[in-house]
């Protein structure tokens, strides 16, 4: 049963939520992703749905504040909604999907880069000295966006109709809203990644170092040296924190660069796959295919037919 406490949150949300939606469709006037004068801070906005689109999520935090959309990491489909915060700890190979936006009703939201200097700066206060239980941290996950979050995005709205203030309260702003995220449900799973010494944090090394040495050949024993761990126990929290095995991820993140390259730049799918680090044409097109559902080149022709966007983040789609 809701309690009263419970019926009142509920309904300022509600109303924050779309002030917020108000504010970012003002602010926003083209379709698409759109950069703000703070660095680490972007918009958003779409107004159609959108086919599936590959897309390499780097360290950030997702509000949206209305429309739908489906990201898929491994094995695993979150959805999120205009209630939804989502936060990605690591940097990861997805698809993902804009199920609901239109010309009256656009997807909306609001992103925050995240500087896991400042994580760890924040994370050494006083008020996070206790140690806080990692189990079953995630690269990626989905929560409901609390109200305190919501007000914080609210100010970093009205801060940006005062250009003058913004090199200021801007750091103020973006160390508050780490905070916030730090203190939210989802707050282990980033703590988990910035804490020092951590398996998941270790872990996370060995993920970097395969993200920037994707093309080479791979062996699960050195990327277990990388982490300082046995293989066994790397294998566990790599599947763990990415929902994929390692030689998954080096695939998937290969097959997003490929797709990329093709869409963007116009090469064929042969040499796509050579430059990503294949060294067979066939075997590249049947995994592509069994990932995107057509081959490379009919699915690059329908990417582009629907206008699809491939890239980061939210941005991507």
Known sequence: MTTMTEAVAGAEQEVLRAELARKIDAYVKVEGPQETPMPSFFLAKRTEQTECGSASYQPEFVVFAQGEKQVTVGGVTHHCDGTSMLLTSVDLPVVSQITKASVSAPMLGLVLRLDMGLVREILSQDE??????????????????????????????????????????????EREMVYRLLRSPLGRHLRAIATLGENENRTAKAVAWLKANYRKPVRVEDLAGVAQMGVSTFHHHFRSLTQMSPLQYQKRLRLHVARVRMLTEGIDAASAAFDVGYESASQFNREYSRLFGMPPMRDVKAQRVSGAEMGEGLRAS
Do not use: H, Q, W, Y
Request: contains cysteine; hydrophobic residues 50%.
């Open 128 to 173: 996070f000295r206790e140690p806080a239980a990692a189990f079953g941290a995630r690269g990626m996950a989905v929560g409901k966006t609390p109200v305190e979050i919501l007000r914080t995005c609210l100010r970093l709205m009205d801060l940006l109709n005062s250009p003058r203030d913004i090199p200021f309260m801007g750091n103020l702003i």
